[in-house]
């Protein structure tokens, strides 16, 4: 099994940048792309970006496109979510993910548990 923890949520005025983490126990030959999804309250949970380990290719939703940058570091099986000029609608629960990758949620076999990140007006 393949665990997936991400870490660096929290608190933030809009305006400013939070960068998330996310770190995976081991690889698999399944585990092609990493992803980044969110769910605010009330709503369905939405793709936020990808990218592919072998290229370091970055996919990223229309939402998110030119504020967010996602990196991998692959000694350490660790993904990063960095956003700037974070906006009160940014606020939602962030999941990391693993597998083939694409916006779909069924592209992605592994989950991490989330971190809340809070954006203030």
């Known amino acids: 099994q393949v665990r997936l923890v991400e870490s660096g949520g929290g608190l933030v005025q809009a305006g400013g940048s939070l960068r998330l983490s996310c770190a995976a126990s081991?690889?698999?030959?399944?585990?092609?792309?990493m992803g980044w999804f969110r769910q605010a309250p009330g709503k369905e949970r939405e793709f936020v970006g990808d990218?592919?380990?072998?290229?370091?290719?970055?996919d990223y939703a229309d939402s998110v496109k030119g504020r967010s940058t996602i990196s991998g570091d692959i000694a350490k099986n660790t993904v990063y979510l960095q956003m700037n000029s974070l906006k009160p609608e940014d606020t939602a629960v962030y999941y990391c993910?693993?597998?083939?990758?694409?916006?779909?949620?069924?592209?992605?076999?592994?989950w991490g548990q989330g971190t809340q990140v809070t954006v203030s007006s």
């Open positions: 993910a693993a597998g083939w990758g694409g916006r779909s949620q069924s592209g992605y076999d592994y």
């Open positions: 081991r690889r698999t030959f399944t585990m092609y792309a």
């Open positions: 990218i592919i380990w072998s290229d370091s290719n970055t």
